[in-house]
């Protein structure tokens, strides 16, 4: 099989095809991710590398908005090829890398290379096609209200917000009365709200926001104790309360569960207890009330 092997399918009329890289030494591997993909997304035009070199040039002159990367391939290792298209101006929006096992320092790896997963061999078809969706939707513009008092706290929340990987198109406010309005105005699938605003503060914002119906999933900023915020934020429809300052992972968190996206296993290795986390989820707390 060339190296690399493209294979295309037209897209339908009007609609945006999915460009992925499949790069990985076991060509049977790479036609089952192939089939997959195709299964998902019939429109989709994957490119094949069996080489670090390669996936240097396809993630170069292709630019892939998803990639699927083994552990191994010829010359480079994946990793390493990986790095080397970053470093020499390439993008992938989102990575997945594939190996046999996952060891403790694939984590650090995976994170060092903005990976949004690992994938695990032999293939689940049902956890690819989580991803897939998953990647479907990351690329979906969504809008994000972001009121915050302070212009470093929403500089803070909007750079983790940029790195992402989420089309996020986000509307910046320090004052509670303008959140509200935006948020009548506006159809927000989600924000996160400073508790501290001038005006309206968020406790307030989310109590007068509830009874709209908006469908937007609040998160609570708090510098204070999260824990009253949240069990008086329970009554207002609020998600979380995201102590400050806070972990990056963090609002990853909030992100998925507010689009309704399965937690990749990466960030529920980085996330899993005993990792340390700022962000209290609103139903947990609630639920342990009820079984003290």
């Not at 101006?89 to 996952?102: D, I, K, S, T």
């Not at 699938?189 to 309206?200: E, K, P, Q, V």
């Not at 309704?260 to 209290?280: E, F, H, I, K, Q």
């Amino acid at each position: 099989m060339p190296d690399p092997t493209t294979e295309r399918r037209a897209a339908a009329p009007g609609a945006t095809a999915t460009n992925v890289l499949i790069a990985d030494m076991d060509a049977d591997r790479r036609a089952t991710l192939a089939r997959i993909v195709h299964r998902f997304d019939p429109g989709a035009q994957i490119t094949e590398a069996a080489t670090g070199e390669a996936l240097i040039d396809v993630v170069l002159t292709r630019r892939p908005s998803l990639a699927f990367v083994g552990l191994q391939l010829e010359g480079l290792s994946g990793p390493e090829a990986v790095a080397l298209a970053r470093k020499r101006g390439g993008a992938l929006p989102c990575l997945v890398l594939v190996a046999a096992r996952v060891f403790p320092q694939w984590q650090e790896l995976a994170q060092s290379l903005q990976a949004y997963e690992v994938l695990k061999t032999p293939l689940d078809p049902d956890h690819i096609e989580s991803l897939l969706q998953a990647n479907a939707r990351r690329q979906k513009p969504t809008s994000v209200l972001l009121a915050a008092s302070s212009e470093a706290g929403r500089s803070m929340v909007g750079r983790v917000l940029t790195r992402s990987g989420f089309n996020l198109a986000v509307d910046e406010t320090d004052s509670g009365r303008h959140a509200l309005k935006l948020l009548r105005m506006g159809s927000y699938g989600l924000a996160f709200i400073d508790t501290n605003l001038s005006g309206i503060d968020g406790l307030e914002l989310a109590c007068q926001a509830q009874p709209l119906g908006l469908g937007t999933h609040l998160t609570l900023m708090t510098s204070g104790d999260p824990e009253p915020i949240a069990h008086a934020a329970r009554y207002f429809g609020v998600s979380f309360v995201l102590k400050m300052p806070f972990y990056a992972r963090d609002i990853d968190l909030a992100l998925h569960h507010a689009l309704g996206l399965r937690r990749p296993y990466l960030l529920n290795a980085l996330t899993a207890p005993p990792a340390p986390t700022t962000l209290l989820r609103v139903a947990d707390l609630a639920q342990a009330r009820r079984s003290a």
